[in-house]
């Protein structure tokens, strides 16, 4: 069954590193996503992909990350100079169709995570 | 705008108990809600959902049924198993339309013998 693999599955930084989180989505799909998940807090929004530029982004996804699909497979979320509350896990997530407004199409498929500690 | 809140975890059962877990939404309107699941070592994947007032999603035995008087979306299953040990998510769209979910902080659900 097709999946979305995320990698690395966890990653210990030093505050102000460079951190690339990688995923591959479902290989048909079209619609690409990153959320967040701060220990014991909600899984949050950050961006969502669509056509090779952002669809969507919350207001935590600020000037210090930033996305990519650098080829056909892959899917980045790159966080610049890393901070201590950058420490989460992060969900990559795919659609075929994008996630409606009103609950409609678009099922996410989300891969298993990222886990990111900065120290 | 949207949020839902879940009851906290973990939550811990018998197998063959009846498993309730509760989800509490504030929506504008009323939008589809959705019960998201992540087995040890998985991605989150859907579990159930409803798109209308009094639906009833239901999946693998789980069942949660949309509430607008309560304004409730509280998951059950009358008997769980050792395999049904996850941590499960209460969602909704977000506020403002738009491409995204608003998840709950997830329940964490161990089920033993």
């Known amino acids: 069954e097709p999946e979305v693999t995320q990698t690395p599955s966890h990653q210990v930084t030093q505050m102000g590193q460079e951190v690339i989180l990688r995923c591959v989505p479902i290989s048909n799909h079209l619609y690409f996503y990153w959320y967040r998940q701060i220990l014991g807090q909600k899984v949050e929004f950050l961006v969502s992909?669509?056509?090779?530029?952002?669809?969507?982004k919350s207001e935590i996804f600020d000037d210090q990350f930033s996305v990519e699909r650098p080829d056909g497979s892959n899917f980045t979320l790159k966080i610049r100079s890393t901070k201590l509350e950058d420490s989460a896990m992060y969900f990559c997530?795919?659609?075929?169709?994008?996630?409606?407004?009103?609950?409609?199409?678009?099922?996410?498929?989300f891969g298993e995570g990222s886990r990111l500690t900065v120290l | 705008g949207n949020s839902v809140t879940q009851m906290e975890g973990p939550v811990t059962l018998s197998e063959e108990a009846f498993l309730t877990i509760n989800c509490t939404y504030t929506a504008t309107g009323y939008p589809s809600l959705f019960w998201y699941v992540q087995y040890p070592g998985e991605g989150l994947q859907l579990l159930l959902k409803a798109t209308k007032a009094d639906d009833k999603g239901s999946n693998k035995g789980f069942e949660a049924t949309y509430r607008k008087e309560t304004t409730s979306f509280h998951l059950e299953k009358g008997s769980v198993q050792v395999s049904d040990s996850a941590v499960y998510f209460c969602a909704l769209p977000g506020t403002g339309g738009g491409n995204k979910l608003t998840f709950g902080t997830g329940t964490q659900l161990k089920v033993e013998l």
């Open positions: 997530a795919s659609s075929e169709e994008p996630q409606l407004a009103g609950g409609g199409a678009g099922e996410l498929f």
């Open positions: 992909f669509y056509n090779n530029e952002i669809s969507e």
